[in-house]
């Protein structure tokens, strides 16, 4: 593929809730624009988009693909992202690559969850749109009700630059309300330019009458013009639309029929015509490497370069694939690039353009475009590349935190090391995938954004790295501690002929206040127990304080004070008074009362108004004390604070609740009593877990 110039390019995003035809969509537009012979199926696991095993195995999209084409002397860079809330991480990155949005909803649901969320997240960049209403031919299709949903959610800016021609299984072709005209599909997925169905003279009338009044809108001479009543020419109009779609304050929207390829042409004219250019950036901003302070460079080709990496995917066989943009600047082949992030420079070998899985070596990726690299070593999604002599940092790529977490161990023994470095991998190729090793509980957790999210993960490192795992919630890292003070004597003799053992320690436990740890004190007078000893016998009571009394969890929060023991002069030894040490620390739990604490969670929830009544009553059924409520930006605010061992498989919950409306972030706080009924479940799940 030819070099194209700035104004030439068009770097665009499909959006919009899982299953409303993205992928299909774009299968359609590679299609009309001749890279493919034959249109792919997502049914059929033969997309040019979905061509991961894990997309085809589940006819969803899992990554952001990139997909170029030649369209009408443009060159389009479209990307094609999953809809479903668990990879919201790589819309997230893709928002910060592109110059326009378009989004797709189904004729038949409408604007449905995930759309809304990303339309807003669109709106913090003020990026233009155009709209898709796909699925015209699905029974129950209505044009009409998407358009008064859109309307009702985002005012008159939504502003039908089409019409279809028939509906559901009668759906044959739109007019275009621009151009007057309509276009007839044929079964091949031809079109043919045709009168105005008559049935619809008026309707389309009406409709023209809007698109002028919009243009009125955005433009305050055509304003002037229009309220005179005088008659608008045709440029005029065209290009004051122009104008309110860049602002965003016309919000143009198409419709048609991805499977059956009617209207996906006009989509793409859409994009070259409508969607802006990467020239519409002036200047490219960051930061200098290693502080706050502001650099600016000229958004060209001449200028020093800065390119953002918004993909990773890592292969096995082919090694790692870093996708970026250029925003200012020349990546060229066989060159060496500075990643400020990582301070480390990476060598450059042949870059390339990316349609899915196929790789399309070029000789460099001018400011503008985008491109991939093989085989960088350092890099992550949100880095930047730049000159080494000129480094710009460009702003990181704001992830959402992890929502979900899973213990994970390998099924075959001995995998270990296999199973770190896949996950660290895998981490580094997904930055909403995090690895933490929990020493407490002795468990590697994995997080993620949902149960979707880390099965595929799960899988990926079964297929990339050959590793198979076994999940399981994690534990909830209890704690044990006492309520009384209490005395015992822990005493070790083995003296049956030879040499013996022998040691004898007595213990004082005392409560400390929560959140103290633990506390030794050395009480020892006369020298009942040696010097020597003394370390023993704490590290005894450290040993058997680890292991726990109750459940086998850690005992926290007492002081241990050795006030009195015996000593043998031969049979005394340091494994003796530890033994004596960790003897005397159980029996004297025996008398302290002891009991089990738990995590508590500072949890925040942010939902619409009307699921809060089913958000606090789930909170309450989950022991889950309050602590305020806001509203903040059209949405509430719950601050509250519950157990962990209640909050494990939350994120499932609150999207059940709220329809996947609801979002919300967890923080340790402190430790609490767990009640005994509760206590009793936890001490039994342990007595049987030491029986296997
Ligand atoms: N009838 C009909 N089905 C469609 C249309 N577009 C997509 N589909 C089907 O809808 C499902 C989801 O499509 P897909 O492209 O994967 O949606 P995505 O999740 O938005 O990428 C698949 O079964 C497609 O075959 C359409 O225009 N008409
Ligand atoms: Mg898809």
């Known amino acids: 593929m030819e070099r194209f110039e700035m104004e030439n390019i068009r770097n665009v995003a499909l959006f919009g809730h899982g299953d409303s035809g993205k992928t299909s969509l774009a299968e359609a537009m590679l299609f009309n624009a001749g890279v493919i012979k034959r249109i792919g199926r997502v049914d059929e696991g033969n997309t040019v988009s979905d061509f991961e095993p894990d997309e085809q195995k589940r006819g969803i999209s899992v990554s952001a693909t990139p997909l170029v084409m030649e369209w009408k002397g443009y060159k389009i860079n479209l990307i094609d992202t999953p809809g479903f809330a668990d990879f919201i991480g790589e819309v997230t990155s893709t928002l910060r690559v592109i110059d326009g949005a378009i989004f797709v909803i189904s004729a038949v649901a409408c604007v449905e969850v995930q759309t809304e969320l990303v339309w807003k997240m669109a709106d913090s960049y003020g990026y233009p749109r155009v709209v898709f209403v796909n699925k015209m031919d699905r029974e129950n299709a209505s044009f009409q009700r998407c358009l008064e949903q859109l309307q009702s959610l985002y005012g008159s800016r939504a502003v039908p630059f089409q019409l279809p021609i028939g509906e559901e299984h009668d759906f044959r072709g739109i007019v275009d309300l621009i151009a007057v005209k309509a276009y007839v599909y044929g079964d091949d997925g031809t079109a043919k330019e045709s009168d105005i169905p008559p049935e619809m003279s008026e309707q389309v009338q009406e409709a023209r009458e809007k698109i002028i009044e919009g243009a009125a809108e955005a433009s305050d001479e055509l304003m002037e013009k229009y309220l005179e009543g005088e008659e608008l020419d045709e440029a005029e109009v065209l290009s004051a639309l122009l104008g309110g779609v860049s602002e965003g304050t016309i919000i143009p929207v198409l419709c048609g029929s991805a499977t059956h390829n009617v209207a996906a042409e006009q989509l793409a004219n859409a994009i070259v015509n409508y969607l802006p250019s990467p020239a519409r950036l002036d200047e490219v901003r960051g930061t200098r490497k290693g502080t ?62 990316v349609r899915g899985k196929n790789q399309i070596v070029v000789r460099e990726i001018p400011a503008g475009d985008m491109g991939g690299v093989a085989k960088l070593t350092d890099t992550s999604t949100g880095d930047t590349l730049c000159d080494k002599d000129r480094p710009i940092v460009l702003p990181a790529i704001e992830f959402p935190e992890p929502v979900m977490s899973l213990a994970v161990e390998p099924k075959t023994k001995g995998d270990e090391d296999k199973l770190s470095v896949a996950l660290s991998r895998l981490s580094d190729e997904d930055p909403t995938f995090n690895v933490r090793r929990d020493t407490e509980v002795k468990q590697t957790i994995v997080s993620g954004m949902g149960e979707a999210h880390l099965d595929i993960m799960m899988e990926r490192m079964a297929r990339k790295f050959g590793v198979n795992v076994g999940t399981e919630l994690p534990r909830v890292p209890y704690k044990e501690t006492i309520r009384k003070t209490a005395r015992a004597e822990g005493k070790h003799k083995k003296q049956t002929g030879g040499h013996g053992q022998f040691g004898i320690a007595w213990l004082e436990l005392e409560p400390l206040e929560r959140g103290s740890g633990f506390e030794f004190v050395d009480k020892i007078v006369g020298g009942v127990i040696p010097r020597q000893f003394i370390p023993s016998v704490e590290k005894g009571v450290r040993k058997a304080m680890e292991d726990g009394y109750l459940a086998g969890y850690p005992i926290v929060d007492f002081r241990a004070t050795v006030y009195d023991g015996k000593y043998h002069p031969v049979d005394s030894s340091d494994i003796s008074f530890q033994i004596a040490g960790s003897l005397a620390l159980r029996s004297a739990m025996d008398q302290a009362d002891p009991y089990l604490l738990e995590p508590i969670m500072n949890v925040e929830i942010m939902v619409p108004e009307a699921y809060m009544g089913d958000v606090i009553g789930d909170l309450n059924a989950k022991r889950g004390r309050i602590l305020g409520m806001e509203s903040e930006g059209g949405l509430q605010v719950v601050r509250a604070q519950v157990p962990m061992a209640e909050m494990l498989r939350y994120s499932i919950d609150l999207r059940s609740i709220t329809g996947g409306r609801g979002t919300f972030s967890m923080t340790h706080s402190h430790y609490e009593e767990v009640p005994s009924h509760i206590a009793a479940k936890v001490i039994e799940a342990s007595k049987e877990e030491k029986k296997d």
């Open 292 to 353: 706050d302070e502001e650099v600016s460079v000229k958004a060209s080709e001449d200028s020093p370069l800065a390119a953002l990496v918004f993909s990773t995917i890592s292969d096995p066989y082919v090694g790692k694939l870093t996708y970026f943009r250029v925003f200012s600047g020349t990546l060229s082949a066989d060159s060496t690039v500075y990643n400020p992030n990582r301070d480390k420079e990476e060598r450059i070998g042949q870059v390339f353009i």
